[in-house]
């Protein structure tokens, strides 16, 4: 994955290694150190600070824990970016 992308100048690869304690906030983490946080009319907004787009790549995302009630939170908030295009924090 990392090849094929390295070819492309204008997109950058961000890797999180999953594991059982992996959370939305190492998502959020991760973003937030490869991107810069911009105000825009549709609120706050986060931009790659060194190409136009960013791939977040996630390895092993099968391994966080799921909590009492059975659900993933990783996968929980992950569904959220993609269906609302976005989160709230």
């Given amino acids: 994955i990392n ?25 959020i983490k991760k973003v937030s150190q490869v991107c810069s946080l ?27 824990r799921p909590d009492m009630y059975d659900t993933c939170q990783l996968i929980a908030f992950l569904q959220q970016i993609i269906t609302f295009d976005g989160f709230y924090d």
Avoid at 42 to 55: A, K, Q, S, T
């Fill in 38 to 64: 911009f105000s825009a009319p549709e609120g706050r907004v986060y931009r790659p600070r060194d190409c136009e787009r960013l791939v977040l790549y996630l390895k092993d995302i099968n391994l966080p």
């Fill in 3 to 27: 090849h094929a992308f390295k070819r492309k100048k204008n997109i950058s690869i961000a890797t999180l290694h999953c594991n059982a304690q992996t959370t939305s906030d190492d998502v």
